[in-house]
């Protein structure tokens, strides 16, 4: 290495600047000629060992670059075999805008690695290991390095910024006036329920309390009636005497033990899970999911009237759920208690979800004239029609609502953005296909498509389960099949999970299913459905850890021929026991998911 013919004589260097002893690898240059064995024409091969060598005292180095090795002009490269003696060393360099690799051929070599803020670090190599040193600052090319590290900046300025912007329009007060309105209902729900549980008690200990001194009496009445019997007959015989006086002991005895008691009542301290309440999104790890452990539900509501199995969805937040009955529309708490009600007029409801950015339910009638999409306002109630048609399905993400024809058979899937309406048509089904149902999650949009080529009443026809990108123009991300057992006449449906995925129902006269399908195509689980002799027709997520099941019922009477019910299911990641006695006695918990019924 020649230390003069490398460093560039017009360079400004502090006297204490180390660096300024040193080489650069960027644009190797050997002191001595170098024979070139090849043409320009092979560029991309160069035998550094039949080239002449530089010999120095620790070892000896073939060396080329661009001069020498076409292939590396303009690439600030170059390569080297570099021989070592025992104890040799070569000569220090630095690396400001190159990499450097490292290959043992054969030996082992020691390898120090400076920084240029003095911190160091040595590696051995031996026989076929290789090191990289990445390139690094330097004083001479630290305005470059700005430079590149300033336009790496500037986009990341931007995002912060714009960040800064978002965190500005978010409303604190609002976030915590909403949300603690849910922890004073809780409150107060839990001020109810141990009320209630002491009013309970407290009954208990003084039904008992009287019942303990009413049976004292009642021995005593006895006792007194006995000697009064044998007093007036003079006929008492020792055993009577021995009887009467263990009898007088033991109620003495019973008596003190009472009245001397510290507590007739043991109470054990209330525990309050830590996990009960949690702030924050949960994690997916926070909210397993696991359909073939649901447990029998707790809570049922009964819907007798015949529309009554059209369809139900939930609120953003998942803490309202809307249903329908008898020509009324409710919207339910997580308890089913009806919260708001309004009287629906336009009939038949074929599907309903939920636009969150507008905080609006969307409904889809496909009745006589009336026939169209309307909105339901959550705070107001209002109702109002905003499209006319026949529509099969649809699904809302945050700026668009996804909609499928009424037709039998229809390819086409309908994008209106819900801001203004503005349509896009998508035919992404075959010939002879059609979506019968679809649900929004996470930017993506799962549909069920059914082939309407076969005979209606074969009960496997061909279906598909496909995801597709709301946020890339519908790119279709991955499909899987499925056989549904009632076929095109079924009450299949499919409901978003969140971060668990999707959750499907397969109903038939043979089949009642719920098949739960992860965010990337994979079935999880599949329960055969047993509770309440119901088929599953409808599901839904409330809040984060209820599920509700709308099932249908089959009377066989002459008029009223089926009734509807829902269940809502539980999670439990607590105490089982410590919940079964705060909330409903008959919830009964498990490690999985537990149910309450609505019917």
Known sequence: FDIKSTIPVKRNYCDDNVFHKLCTTDVFNSSKSLEIILSQKHANVFHLSASEPDNYEGGS????????????????GSVAMITLKVNGIRQPHWHPLAWELNYVISGKVRWSIVGVDGQHDTFILEERERGIERKNLCIVHLKQHDDVLNDQLHPLVNEINSLAEKFS?????????????????????????????????????????????AEGGEEIKRLRLNVRDLTENQGARNDDIDWISEDI????????????????????????????????????????????????????????????????????????????????????????????????????????????????????????????????????????????????????????????????????????????????????????????????????????????????NNYEVQSRIEVRSTAKRLEKLWSIPMKFSGGTLAYDSIASLKIMGWLVTDTGDTCRRLIHISTDGTIQSTLDYEYAHGYPIDTALLGTDSLAVKTLHYCWSDDEYQSVTVALYLQANYDSQELHCHWLDCLDLTNAWNAIMII
Request: net charge negative; with cysteine.
């Open 61 to 76: 180095i073939y060396a080329a670059d661009e001069t020498v090795f076409p292939i590396l002009k303009n690439q600030f």
């Open 169 to 213: 329009q978010i409303d604190g007060p609002s976030i915590l006036k909403r949300e603690g309105a849910k922890l004073q209902a809780w409150r107060q729900e839990a001020i109810r329920i141990v009320n209630g549980y002491y009013e309970q008690t407290y009954q208990g200990l003084e039904e008992f309390i009287s019942e303990t001194l």
């Open 249 to 456: 002991d033991r109620i003495r005895k019973q008596a003190i033990v009472e009245e001397t008691a510290q507590s007739l009542v043991h109470i054990r301290p209330l525990v309050i899970g830590r996990d009960l309440i949690q702030i924050g999104c949960l994690p997916p790890e926070a909210t397993p999911f696991d359909i073939s452990r649901l447990a029998a539900p707790y809570l049922s509501e009964y819907f007798d009237e015949r529309y009554s199995y059209c369809g139900m969805a939930v609120t953003g937040n998942g803490q309202q759920l809307l249903l329908y009955e008898k020509n009324i529309l409710y919207i339910f708490d997580h308890l089913l208690r009806a919260e708001q009600r309004v009287k629906w007029d336009y009939g038949y409801v074929s599907q309903i979800c939920y636009a969150n950015s507008v905080k609006k339910f969307i409904l889809l009638c496909s009745e006589n004239e009336e026939s169209g999409v309307f909105t339901l306002e959550t705070g107001t109630m209002k109702i109002e029609k905003i499209l006319d048609g026949r529509y099969r399905s649809g699904a809302c993400s945050e700026t668009h609502l996804y909609l499928s024809q009424g037709q039998r058979v229809s390819t086409a899937l309908d994008q209106y953005k819900l801001a203004d309406l503005e349509l896009c048509r998508f035919h992404i089904c075959k010939k002879d296909e059609s979506i019968s149902r679809m649900a929004y999650n996470l930017d993506m949009l799962a549909l069920i498509i059914f082939n309407c080529g076969c005979n209606e």
